[in-house]
């Protein structure tokens, strides 16, 4: 199993710009969701999807777009790329959407917004 | 709201001696509290999880952590420390019944020196 996947791992966009972040997992996890990552202060949710057809959103979803038309597939759309959108985002599943269980998480995403 | 804290940005230790890694959580109900190691440029590695039953909980590469329900808190140990330890450590809460967002703390730098 190549587990979570994550594409690009480097992106460089200028502001205005929109882009899609590509996950992918090949476990066969119904839960799958984005976070970024900033310096002190942990991951942040910004939407996840408990399966295919269901999205919801999650602590800091302004700016972004996701859709689960697969189980496999979960891509992140930056509308309109912002400064304040550089970071580090990572994609992560679990086999369900059962609280208990542990997350799966990909290489990560590394965006820089000029 | 649930919350976590992580009071150490950066915990020292030297090889061979034992390490804890610091955590409180805030849930209105019962939590599911989970541990996470991030090496550099790299994604989220699960390590151990606490769900009900026994207070300790034993995870991967010798880790363990010791739920305490009066003090709110999940601390991570280990009885002897490797070089190879060193890495960001993420505390994890999410409340039974409370839906599927996972908050994070803000991570801790552990650095094991010779």
């Known amino acids: 199993n190549a587990g979570v996947t994550q594409t690009p791992k480097f992106q460089v966009l200028k502001t205005g710009q929109s882009m899609t972040l590509q996950c992918a997992q090949d476990m066969n996890h119904e839960y799958m969701s984005w976070y970024r990552q900033d310096p002190g202060m942990g991951l942040r949710l910004i939407h996840y999807s408990v399966g295919a057809g269901i999205t919801d959103q999650g602590e800091v979803p302004n700016g972004y777009n996701v859709s689960r038309s697969t189980t496999e597939d979960f891509p992140l759309r930056l509308l309109s790329a912002a400064p304040s959108q550089t970071s580090v985002y990572f994609c992560?599943?679990?086999?369900?959407?059962?609280?208990?269980?542990?997350?799966?998480f990909g290489p990560g995403t590394r965006l820089t917004v000029t | 709201a649930q919350s976590v804290a992580q009071p150490e940005d950066q915990v020292n230790v030297a090889e061979g001696n034992p390490l804890t890694v610091k955590c409180t959580y805030s849930v209105s109900g019962n939590p599911y509290l989970f541990w996470y190691v991030q090496y550099p440029n790299r994604g989220l590695q699960f390590l151990l999880k606490y769900i009900t039953g026994d207070n300790l909980v034993k995870g991967s590469y010798g880790f363990e952590a010791e739920f305490n329900k009066s003090q709110t808190s999940f601390h991570l140990k280990k009885p002897s420390a490797l070089v190879s330890d060193s890495a960001l450590y993420f505390c994890?809460?999410?409340?039974?019944?409370?839906?599927?967002?996972?908050?994070f703390g803000t991570g801790t730098q552990l650095k094991v020196e010779l």
């Open positions: 992560a599943s679990s086999y369900s959407g059962t609280q208990n269980a542990e997350q799966y």
């Open positions: 994890a809460v999410r409340e039974a019944g409370g839906g599927n967002k996972l908050t």
